[in-house]
């Protein structure tokens, strides 16, 4: 052909032009100018700590520095969060010119999309944990660098300890730790007095405005903040925080609303959610160039503080918020709270206001309550969590004495007994705090200690076809069913053909019509109607909740030759189910007393919380999943039990005489009783 058609010509001319205006934005990065120097330093220190203001370019240039450099390197980069992992390795793959899971992928739990060609991957710190497991030396990779670690997450300061120690032996390893401007003498401290390399940052100064007195709202604090912003300041797009997807969906619900009905008196508002769970395809959204004359607000959790650097930011609004994970190390309860952020993530927040041009930052609460509430800085993860996953891991790679493992703080010593007891409890370790086979085999599974435990018992009574779609649903529940605001009714009977007598655990776990067909509706029906998006818009189900379900519930069963379980059915009997969960989740038992339940081991109060199918029927003893603190302590996903179980799967655990109901008398069940009860 002599000519190339003119249309395909442009389509070349505009990718080339895109991807030259790519390599300037690389150039014009804080970071560029030291790529020489950060790379000797590099070659000079086996641990060298790298601190640099949010949006430098330590996340996506480093690596790429590192492989321009030198050939034949494998290099592996940890994020705490997925979505970081996600976006960076996208945004990489990019610059690189290359396919997303050909030279540079990402590994994420139950998301691996890396090939053998991968040479940069980007991981969740999880992750990389886990590769321990088959590979203890990490022979397989040149550099590791440990991203983000400002956030000390639990994993990521378990990695600190286990990389410390490989370093020692693998000469060839290069360690990088990553660190926003905060606490980096304290990794250099850790890690033997490993040089600092300071990226100088360019920073805008940041105006910053509190209110005079406390938000009572401050959701809709933040959406009458947006709209004056929108209204009265000049051009510059806005980044609110908020702590979680609910709230996100809210605000963004509320602000498109009062857009429409101002109409065309308002210049545009393009009004973008960013959250752990939002797809990726919504999510790449919020890096797209706003269009002339329009204003962008990106409604985001604090993965924007740090780990994603949004172009254009000139406006922050922080209410002040955060959800954080809090521990009792005493009744082992485990909760997510709403708590006012620290001041060090509150002046992380604000510096985004100020990376393209002089910002302002509009604080929802008072100086005074900035000065007085706010904590200094956020405790490390490891200090208010639960402790099992890591320890049945750092057991399985054959660290036994936790008490003088290197942690760079570390955790109550009452919670690492707690750890110990409950993997006890659960057959994990023997009296002797040594691995169990059973121990071993839950560590194969990318999950929670209970959740393994659930599938492996599941092997016993026969029912781990219908546990593995627990698990999966498990791992999505908060998000399945959509409840649009001007079709809640239908929403709600929608829900309804799903719920089973019984459980939030059995919904999705219907039998059908016969007993030979498989029982978990939820996925089963899906998959007749060819994992159809219509199917899930009749049902009010939401469509990425559903594909994400099937994906976990793919690998999981992908991993069940591993630990030898044999996938098969309980024929439509709920009975051996409920049983499974109970052998995994025996800890989170409540029974019903006077105005509420309470958990059997501390007698603390607990409320069923409303979304659940057992709202209304209040069964004397429950299992749930997770406890939520809102207004009150609530449960979600719960499952009724009989108490008689509790010996059966937990005989080390509880004693009859504390399983004894005293109020049994009192209190007649109202509806659904157990197989047992009526055979
Ligand atoms: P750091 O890790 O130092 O915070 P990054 O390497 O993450 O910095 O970011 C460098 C630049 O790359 C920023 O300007 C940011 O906006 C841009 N960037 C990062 N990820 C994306 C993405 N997915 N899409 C567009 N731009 C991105
Ligand atoms: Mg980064």
């Not at 450099?69 to 980069?77: E, H, L, Q, S």
């Not at 003088?404 to 993997?423: I, N, R, S, Y």
Request: net charge neutral; charged share 25%; glycine share 6%.
């Amino acid at each position: 052909k002599p000519f190339v058609a003119p249309e395909g010509a442009a389509q070349t001319r505009k990718a080339e032009l895109k991807k030259q205006s790519m390599q300037e934005v690389r150039r014009s990065l804080p970071i560029f100018p030291y790529r020489e120097d950060l790379l000797a330093a590099i070659h000079e220190h086996q641990i060298l700590v790298i601190e640099g203001e949010t949006g430098s370019g330590k996340t996506t240039q480093i690596p790429q520095y590192l492989l321009e450099d030198v050939r034949g390197m494998k290099i592996g980069c940890t994020q705490p969060r997925r979505v970081a992992a996600m976006s960076v390795a996208a945004r990489v793959a990019q610059e690189m010119s290359v396919k997303l899971g050909n030279e540079v992928g990402y590994s994420i739990r139950f998301e691996d999309c890396t090939s053998e060609r991968t040479v940069l991957k980007y991981m969740t710190d999880g992750m990389l944990l886990r590769e321990f497991l088959t590979e203890p030396d990490l022979a397989s990779y040149s550099v590791i660098i440990i991203d983000e670690a400002h956030e000390r997450t639990l994993h990521t300061d378990i990695l600190f300890g286990l990389i410390k120690d490989i370093a020692r032996f693998r000469s060839d390893l290069k360690v990088l730790v990553a660190s926003a401007t905060l606490d980096t003498e304290r990794f250099s401290c850790f890690f033997d007095d490993a040089p600092v390399f300071r990226i100088p940052g360019r920073r805008f100064p940041v105006d910053i405005f509190y209110t005079k007195a406390p938000e009572a709202d401050y959701l809709e604090a933040c959406v009458v903040s947006v709209l004056q912003i929108h209204v009265t300041q000049s051009p510059g797009d806005i980044l609110v925080f908020l702590t979680g997807q609910e709230e996100i969906e809210a605000c963004c619900e509320l602000l498109q609303e009062r857009c429409r009905r101002l109409g065309s008196k308002i210049a545009e508002l393009l009004v973008l959610p960013i959250y752990a769970n939002l797809p990726s395809d919504m999510q790449a959204k919020i890096f797209n160039p706003t269009p002339p004359g329009a204003r962008k607000v990106v409604v985001a959790t604090n993965i924007a503080e740090t780990s994603l650097t949004i172009d254009g930011i000139i406006y922050v609004i922080d209410p002040g918020f955060c959800k954080q994970k809090s521990y009792n190390a005493r009744t082992g309860m485990e909760s997510l709270i709403v708590t006012p952020c620290s001041r060090a993530s509150a002046n992380q927040r604000a510096g985004r206001a100020g990376r393209v041009a002089a910002g302002k930052c509009f604080r929802l609460y008072t100086a005074w309550a900035f000065k007085h509430e706010m904590e200094e800085s956020t405790v490390p993860e490891i200090q208010r969590t639960n402790l099992g996953n890591v320890v049945l891991l750092l057991k399985s790679l054959g660290i036994n004495d936790l008490i003088h493992f290197d942690f760079m703080d570390p955790p109550p010593h009452e919670t690492l007994v707690l750890a110990l007891e409950q993997l006890y409890a659960l057959g994990a370790l023997n009296h002797l705090g040594e691995l169990t086979k059973l121990g071993r085999r839950m560590a194969e599974l990318p999950v929670d200690p209970m959740l393994s435990k659930m599938i492996l018992a599941s092997e016993q009574y026969k029912c781990s076809e219908e546990v593995l779609t627990i698990a999966a649903m498990l791992s999505v529940n908060n998000s399945i069913f959509y409840r649009p605001k001007d079709k809640v009714v239908h929403a709600d009977n929608a829900r309804m053909n799903f719920v089973v007598p019984g459980g939030d655990h059995l919904l999705g776990n219907k039998p059908r019509c016969c007993a030979n067909c498989s029982h978990d509706v939820f996925l089963a029906q899906w998959l007749e109607s060819g994992y159809s998006t219509q199917w899930c818009y009749e049902n009010f189900i939401q469509f990425r909740s559903m594909r994400r379900a099937r994906d976990v519930r793919d690998q999981l069963e992908g991993l069940m030759d591993r630990i030898e379980v044999e996938v098969v059915s309980s024929q439509g009997d709920s009975l051996p189910i409920r049983k499974a969960v109970t052998a995994g989740y025996f800890y989170h038992t409540a029974r019903l007393s006077k105005g509420g339940y309470k958990t059997v081991k501390h007698q603390q109060t607990v409320y069923v919380h409303p979304n659940s199918s057992l709202f209304e029927e209040q069964p004397r003893w429950l299992i749930y999943h997770e406890l939520v603190f809102t207004t009150k302590e609530f449960m979600r996903q719960v499952i009724e039990i009989d108490s008689g179980w509790l010996l059966e799967v937990a005989p080390h655990y509880y004693k009859s005489k504390e399983l004894e109901d005293s109020s049994s008398k009192k209190m007649p069940r109202k509806q659904g009783k157990t197989k047992e009860e009526l055979g």
